[in-house]
């Protein structure tokens, strides 16, 4: 079992300490997160946010706007704190209601404080795998952090991701080559008898679909890692992932569970990614 809990403290401690040295030189990371709406998971998961800055000492505000608020309103709180010095890093909470296009506002942010890595200049970088510091989707980033923690060779395996969304499928694909690993990137449209033969190739199997209990074990390679993004709410109140724990675990040499595996690396990656953004906007290399 990989333990995102117990890798998630280490990833926010690490955090914690880079954020004591920046505020040694009088450096204060900050962090803003736009909440648009009453969705009542994104205000569990904006809260989380405030309650973990708090813990790594980084200043975050929270900026909560009512639903009717108007595309060109969240643009102009954007605008603003693009021009704010205080403000290292912007996330605005995802999903938007269906009246704002999420695309448009990502691509407002300024690609220097996009801590989501969704702004197409981030993301071009890491899809044409440039050099140099540029912030990734944290998700997709936190995978690759528990990977690590496996200790396992990627280098030359076969890894398939299902799901192309910005957030997760399609960042985790760039993700997962520039680890040298062979990657197939499977969707909505790729055939289900496909999709079996393929995950049953496959050493590092990603499942990002919101679809419960998509993937089985008889889906899965004997030894495959497999890493569970979905997070469903079930009627009963249960959470569940997109992979049918039961049967792939006897199956799996690593496997994440849900809750407790992909879901807090998000946030413990964050604050990581907010001390980073700051440190480079202030010219400030870190060890
Ligand atoms: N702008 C963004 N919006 C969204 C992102 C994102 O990275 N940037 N990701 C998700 C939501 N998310 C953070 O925003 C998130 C989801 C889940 C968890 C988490 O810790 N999950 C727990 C279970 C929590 C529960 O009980 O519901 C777990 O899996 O153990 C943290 C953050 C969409 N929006």
Do not use: C, W
């Amino acid at each position: 079992m990989i333990d995102g809990k117990t890798i998630a403290q280490t990833v926010r401690a690490r955090a914690a300490e880079r954020a004591q040295k920046l505020a040694e030189m009088g450096i204060v990371p900050g962090l803003a997160v736009i909440l648009v709406g009453e969705d009542p998971a994104s205000q569990i998961y904006v809260r989380n946010k405030s309650r973990a800055a708090k813990k790594v000492g980084v200043q975050s505000q929270t900026i909560v706007m009512p639903v009717e608020t108007t595309e060109a309103e969240v643009l102009a709180i954007v605008a603003q704190l693009n021009e704010d010095a205080a403000v290292d890093a912007i996330l605005v909470q995802s999903p938007l209601p269906k009246h704002i296009d999420e695309e448009k506002v990502q691509e407002a942010i300024l690609p220097s404080k996009d801590v989501d890595g969704f702004h197409p200049e981030n993301i071009g970088r890491l899809f044409a795998n440039r050099a140099g510091y540029y912030p990734i989707a944290n998700t997709p980033r936190g995978v690759m952090t528990l990977l690590d923690a496996t200790q396992q060779t990627l280098h030359g395996k076969q890894a398939i991701v299902i799901g192309r969304s910005i957030l997760v499928g399609r960042p985790m694909f760039s993700l997962l080559e520039r680890a040298n690993m062979t990657v197939t990137l499977a969707h909505r449209h790729t055939p289900r008898a496909e999709l079996r033969r393929l995950t049953q190739q496959a050493d590092v199997v990603v499942v990002a679909t919101g679809v419960p209990g998509l993937i089985t074990g008889d889906d899965l390679k004997e030894g495959a890692t497999v890493i569970d993004v979905g997070i469903n709410r079930l009627a009963d109140g249960s959470l569940v992932g997109d992979v049918d724990f039961a049967s792939a675990e006897p199956k799996a040499a690593f496997i994440t569970p849900v809750p407790g595996g992909v879901g807090p690396m998000t946030i413990a990656t964050l604050m990581q990614t907010t001390v980073e953004l700051a440190a480079v906007n202030h010219g400030v290399e870190l060890d």
